[in-house]
């Protein structure tokens, strides 16, 4: 189910009157209550695809209880390298066997070699990334005596499943979500409300920022031979707000919702846009993996504290698994890469954590300085998003050769300009209203103490422009990782 | 929890208020729009005729891809284009035009690709638009259809309030391109012949999951018309060339499956996807050149298939 169908308006609306009117005297029952829905929610995506999350939970479940109970390292090490191998063997064989399969007979032929390779036709189970991490985190973090193991299978089981988060984030770490599991929710009003602006807000993002952009951008990039270097960079551009709009959209979405129901999820996104450089860019976007990745990976790695070649390579490590866990494809490898090769001159100059306050703080505008540098870091990323975006590799160098080109001065193509208006009007909204929100937990954080008629008419405002300037409905991005 | 209820009521109040007063909205403001040359086309087509007559089922690739007097000309018969908008749905398409088949008929029934992919068959936003014109037609719509409607209702709700809003400013009796006037007589649109073209084609490309459905409502279709001593032809939309390119696997996917049926299929996919060139706004509204050169080919494939010979033994 997504969230910006019909379908999820009446589930939503049916799960919060129930859980909290019905099922609200027992905790389990409440929780058994979101466990369904939970499973509702993704069956109706594939309901095949529910036996896999269910034995998913079931080891780690039961990996999570003896590793609480062992006391011998190899043993330990043992049920730990288990659970690894069963979440990462699953991710492994769902996301990366074609991709594994051709590269090495790609490989092979290179040096004259050929021989057939079974392609299997698999479907990506939605969601397979996301969980897997957080059901992995959770072994992790009872190795590592972190926190202790639940005994409480159906507390577990809503915790990998927790509908808002189920498909696309925040990837929750269990000490964080999984103890809310456990304790007594109680509505509060502030947060509920709260907790709808950040709905409405992500639909905004989502449903007017997003899904109009990505008709331009489409056009782009099916067709980026004939075009020119401004429409180019335009759609490299758009892309940046597009995928931005999209997977901010959905944690915004995500984390209101469970806000509805008494859950604290963690924030995903800073407003990172706004950034001075990609270090910081880095610490503000997608911060629910950048932290997973940090935490499981690049600190095991040694992190910052050997010398700088092992910062070096820490580094380039953290943004090749970053990429590669987005997609089996080597467009998102070198999308890492290059990131990772941003990042590098920030980290030898040792600079990699100045800009760690919001910008411009206290300021209604930028300093020139800062507006430059947030420039500069904005058409960066957009460049790096040019592989993100591309089918191929090849098909990005193209790509960015056809932006460097002496095109890149001719007026660009608008192809459909209602829809091109409705981007640039969208996306003139975002920047201006998150702007003016950049310290706070998302766009639409207002105070009680703003007047009611005001409230109102932004809420009213943009459910209009929702339903009037709908774009045409796309997947979200992250779906598909 | 009482107050957060009440206020999310109030909230909703306030927004169906808004929604109400789009519907409410007297609708014969907008009656001049392209959706309501349905009423002009139902006209030509509830008229009595002792000959067969030619009937172009379909979305907006036959309007805009279709020169009729041209196929008039050839058979000596009369050619009536039905095709408004694709986003009706397939099934909507296929519905509304039923009751008025005869015998003798010759029916061509000319679908964009999308309706046989995913959900299209069932329509999208022009659907309501359509039934707005006609509401009648409610009942022929199944469950899916209906889901579609309440999607779009608020939109549709908010286009008539800025509809209403615009009629205050500019006269909608401008005859541009999307128009009721746009057509001539026969239901072809001709009236974008004196606008440029735009610069860039957009791209279409086809993903998504086969619908059998559709082929089983098609196939249904064509039995119908049978019944009917009528004759249904199955034809290819003029998809552009590009277009085409990226989306050869689905296309192919669905001619294997469509050609597998009984009904009479004329040409292949390939034979009717046209150069970018030949298209005016979109992937499949041809320009008066595009528009000839699809007619032509429509009309050399309708000899090969025994046209002449069928009307002449009716």
Redesign the interface.
């Given at each position: 189910m997504l969230f910006n169908t019909?379908e999820f308006s009446i589930f939503l609306p049916l799960v919060f009157l129930i859980y909290?009117f019905v099922v609200n005297k027992n905790i389990k029952v409440q929780n058994l209550f979101l466990l369904f829905a939970s499973y509702v929610f993704y069956g109706w995506w594939d309901y095949r695809f529910l036996g896999l999350i269910i034995f998913s939970s079931t080891v780690d479940f039961l990996i999570g209880l003896k590793l609480s109970k062992e006391e011998k390292t190899f043993n330990r090490k043992a049920l730990l390298f288990l659970s690894l191998l069963i979440n990462l063997g699953f991710l492994g064989f769902f996301k990366y066997y074609n991709f594994f399969l051709d590269s090495f007979v790609d490989a092979f032929t290179l040096f004259g070699s050929t021989f057939d390779s079974n392609r299997l036709n698999i479907i990506l189970p939605v969601g397979i990334s996301f969980y897997t991490f957080q059901t992995l985190s959770y072994s992790i973090d009872i190795y590592r005596k972190k926190m202790t193991a639940t005994k409480d299978l159906i507390a577990f089981f809503a915790y990998v499943s927790f509908f808002p988060q189920l498909v696309a984030g925040p990837i929750e770490r269990a000490t964080n979500l999984l103890p809310q599991f456990s304790k007594k929710r109680k509505?509060e009003?502030e947060n509920?409300?709260d907790g709808?602006r950040q709905i409405l807000w992500g639909l905004f993002k989502k449903v007017v920022v997003a899904d109009n952009c990505a008709t331009y951008v489409?056009?782009v990039f099916?067709?980026y031979a004939?075009?020119s270097g401004s429409t180019l960079l335009l759609g490299a551009v758009f892309f940046a707000f597009q995928i931005y709009g999209d997977f901010s959209g959905y944690s915004d979405i995500a984390i209101g919702t469970s806000r509805l129901f008494g859950f604290n999820l963690m924030k995903n996104f800073a407003f990172p846009y706004f950034s001075r450089d990609i270090s910081e860019f880095w610490r503000r976007w997608h911060i629910s993996l950048s932290t997973w990745f940090r935490d499981y990976l690049y600190i095991p790695l040694g992190g910052s504290r050997g010398g700088m070649v092992m910062k070096i390579r820490n580094t380039f490590a953290i943004f090749l698994v970053s990429g590669f866990w987005h997609g089996a494809n080597w467009t998102f490898l070198a999308w890492g890469f290059l990131n990772a090769l941003y990042f590098l001159p920030l980290l030898l100059a040792e600079k990699n954590r100045i800009n760690t306050n919001t910008v411009a703080e206290g300021k209604l505008l930028p300093s020139p300085k800062e507006f430059y540098q947030i420039i500069k870091t904005f058409l960066l990323i957009s460049l790096a998003w040019v592989f993100f975006r591309s089918d191929t590799i090849t098909d990005s160098f193209h790509y960015l050769k056809g932006i460097f080109s002496t095109s890149l001065f001719e007026s660009p193509?608008f192809?459909?300009t209602k829809i091109f208006s409705i981007s640039i009007l969208s996306i003139s909204i975002l920047i201006f209203i998150e702007w003016i929100q950049r310290t706070k937990e998302h766009g639409l954080v207002l105070s009680s103490k703003t007047p009611f008629l005001f409230r109102?008419s932004v809420?009213?405002i943009l459910?209009?422009l929702i339903?009037?300037f709908?774009g045409t409905k796309q997947e979200f991005i992250y779906f598909q990782f | 929890m009482n107050r957060f209820i009440k206020k999310c009521l109030l909230f909703f109040l306030a927004i169906s208020t808004i929604l109400l007063i789009g519907f409410l909205i007297p609708s014969n403001l907008i009656k001049e729009n392209l959706h309501y040359s349905i009423y002009d086309k139902h006209q030509l087509l509830s008229a009595e005729k002792e000959k067969p007559r030619i009937i172009l089922v379909g979305g907006s690739n036959l309007s805009f891809g279709i020169y009729s007097p041209l196929i008039e000309k050839e058979f000596e018969v009369e050619v009536i284009n039905t095709g408004i908008h694709a986003g009706y749905g397939l099934k909507y398409i296929i519905d509304d035009v039923k009751p008025f088949i005869q015998k003798g008929d010759i029916v061509i029934l000319s679908p964009e690709y999308s309706h046989f992919f995913n959900d299209f068959f069932y329509g999208s936003q022009a659907l309501i638009q359509g039934l707005s014109v006609y509401p009648t037609n409610w009942k022929n719509l199944n469950w899916r259809q209906i889901l579609i409607c309440i999607k779009f209702l608020p939109k549709e709700a908010l286009v008539k309030i800025k509809s209403y809003l615009t009629t205050f400013f500019k006269s909608l009796n401008i005859i541009d391109i999307y128009h009721r006037k746009s057509f001539n007589i026969h239901g072809d649109a001709v009236n974008h012949w004196n606008h440029p073209k735009t610069k860039a084609i957009p791209n279409d490309q086809l993903s998504g999951k086969l619908n059998k459905h559709a082929i089983e409502y098609v196939t249904e279709f064509a039995n119908f018309i049978e019944k009917k001593n009528a004759h249904m032809y199955f034809s290819f939309p003029c998809l552009n060339k590009s277009s085409y390119k990226n989306s050869e696997v689905a296309i192919n996917t669905f001619y294997n499956q469509i050609s597998l049926k009984d009904f009479e299929i004329i040409g292949k996919p390939i034979d009717y996807s046209t150069n970018d060139s030949l298209h005016f706004d979109t992937h499949y509204h041809l320009t008066k050149k595009g528009q000839y050169f699809r007619t032509n080919k429509l009309i050399d494939d309708l000899k090969k298939h025994g046209l002449e010979e069928f009307i002449q033994l009716k």
């Open positions: 019909l909290w509505f009003y509920a409300t709808l489409n056009e099916s067709n004939e075009l193509t192809f459909d109102w809420y009213i459910v209009v339903f009037y709908a | -």
